[in-house]
Nanobody, 123 residues
Framework: VQLQASGGGLVQAGGSLKLSCAVS????????MGWFRQAPGKERELVAG????????NYADSVKGRFTVSRDIAKNTVYLQMNSLKPEDTAVYYC?????????????????WGQGTQVTVSS
């Protein structure tokens, strides 16, 4: 399974970005897809996850109401729409995949990872 993340960039506070993660090499609908981020000096954390088959989603409290995770099964792609961005959202964002039907926060449970895309929010 290969994951290719894209869409990061530099944006001002209050702005928006949409990240994409294209999945290849396996049946997309078999997976939970997670979006993680890692800021300098901090641990990697799950910000959003989606059960591809059922569409159920989970969000970290810090992004609820601002970020939306979605998927396009036909395109084997998962998205992270990020609105009302804050400087504290600055991080490298990773997409990851695990089998199952429950979104889990523990990164060790995810089998496959994309390369990461930098999101920088200026104040």
């Amino acid at each position: 399974v290969q994951l290719q993340a894209s869409g990061g960039g530099l944006v001002q506070a209050g702005g928006s970005l949409k990240l994409s993660c294209a999945v290849s090499g396996h049946t997309f609908s078999s997976y939970i897809m997670g979006w993680f981020r890692q800021a300098p000096g901090k641990e990697r954390e799950l910000v959003a996850g989606i059960w591809v088959s059922g569409g159920n989603t989970n969000y970290a409290d810090s992004v609820k109401g601002r970020f939306t995770v979605s998927r396009d099964i036909a395109k084997n792609t998962v998205y992270l729409q990020m609105n009302s961005l804050k400087p504290e959202d600055t991080a490298v964002y990773y997409c990851a995949a695990k089998r199952g039907s429950l979104v889990r926060t523990e990164e060790l449970l995810y089998d496959y990872w994309g390369q990461g895309t930098q999101v920088t929010v200026s104040s």
